[in-house]
């Protein structure tokens, strides 16, 4: 597919609906950069809580601090991670302290500004898959082709707590159910930025769908776009 002229992508959706897993195939065999923008909001929540001694976030203190936050994304033995001033957090990030507290964060429209323009950087040359919340709708509303995925809020905990399974920190099935409801209701609900679909975006409900039908499905409707392209 290198003959076509690139394009920028933009995958938004409910949180555990395989975004980030499925935008990371699509990047390989499309040959484009991949970015979650979830995982930007998640480092800065981490330099956020490391602001306070009793890891309290205080919006004031992070939108005075804002300037230093840097984040860069590296490639090593072909996976991707995140790295906030200079450090590894790929794994921190995905620990429920973090993941408790990003929405809270993810709704200062300061720290949404910051990040955006960041993420209006890597965009630049276009060949890009970003995944989050506000890709079609503020990032690239100019993207040629936007996802919009749904699914049941009780499959996608299941998703959840199965991924955790291997993980050091878990938490109860009720626990991650509880914690996805209060996301959702903080990602929908908020004035800056909610999540919503985006104009023309293609809506995928991903309840019944295996990763592999997701794949496939958002793969066909990105070629068709490319040939029009
Ligand atoms: O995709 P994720 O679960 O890793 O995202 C973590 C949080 O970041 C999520 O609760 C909402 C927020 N987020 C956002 O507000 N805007 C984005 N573009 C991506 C994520």
Redesign the pocket.
């Given at each position: 597919m290198a003959k076509h002229q690139k394009i920028i992508i933009a995958i938004d959706g409910f949180?555990?609906t395989g975004?980030?897993s499925i935008a990371k195939r699509l990047s390989n065999s499309l040959n484009y950069i991949h970015i979650?923008?979830?995982?930007m909001?998640?480092a800065a929540t981490l330099f956020a809580l490391r602001l306070d001694s009793k890891n309290k976030l205080n919006p004031k203190k992070i939108i005075q601090s804002l300037s230093e936050i840097k984040i860069e994304f590296k490639t090593i033995k072909e996976k991707q991670l995140i790295f906030l001033n200079n450090e590894n957090v790929s794994y921190e990030i995905r620990k429920p302290y973090v993941?408790n507290q990003?929405?809270k964060l993810?709704k200062i429209p300061e720290l949404?500004s910051y990040l955006v323009k960041k993420q209006k950087e890597f965009g630049k040359n276009k060949g890009i898959i970003m995944?989050?919340?506000?890709?079609g709708t503020i990032?690239f509303p100019e993207a040629e082709c936007k996802f919009f995925l749904v699914a049941n809020v009780e499959v996608r905990a299941k998703r959840r707590y199965f991924e955790q399974q291997s993980k050091d920190n878990k938490e109860t099935y009720e626990k991650v159910l509880k914690s996805l409801i209060k996301?959702d209701k903080?990602?929908t609900d908020r004035i800056s930025?909610p999540l919503m679909k985006a104009k023309g975006a293609l809506k995928i409900d991903v309840s019944d769908l295996t990763l592999d039908e997701v794949y496939d499905k958002m793969l066909s409707y990105i070629k068709k776009k490319l040939n029009k392209h």
């Amino acid at each position: 597919m290198a003959k076509h002229q690139k394009i920028i992508i933009a995958i938004d959706g409910f949180a555990a609906t395989g975004k980030s897993s499925i935008a990371k195939r699509l990047s390989n065999s499309l040959n484009y950069i991949h970015i979650d923008s979830g995982s930007m909001y998640r480092a800065a929540t981490l330099f956020a809580l490391r602001l306070d001694s009793k890891n309290k976030l205080n919006p004031k203190k992070i939108i005075q601090s804002l300037s230093e936050i840097k984040i860069e994304f590296k490639t090593i033995k072909e996976k991707q991670l995140i790295f906030l001033n200079n450090e590894n957090v790929s794994y921190e990030i995905r620990k429920p302290y973090v993941t408790n507290q990003v929405s809270k964060l993810a709704k200062i429209p300061e720290l949404r500004s910051y990040l955006v323009k960041k993420q209006k950087e890597f965009g630049k040359n276009k060949g890009i898959i970003m995944d989050g919340r506000d890709i079609g709708t503020i990032v690239f509303p100019e993207a040629e082709c936007k996802f919009f995925l749904v699914a049941n809020v009780e499959v996608r905990a299941k998703r959840r707590y199965f991924e955790q399974q291997s993980k050091d920190n878990k938490e109860t099935y009720e626990k991650v159910l509880k914690s996805l409801i209060k996301r959702d209701k903080l990602d929908t609900d908020r004035i800056s930025s909610p999540l919503m679909k985006a104009k023309g975006a293609l809506k995928i409900d991903v309840s019944d769908l295996t990763l592999d039908e997701v794949y496939d499905k958002m793969l066909s409707y990105i070629k068709k776009k490319l040939n029009k392209h």
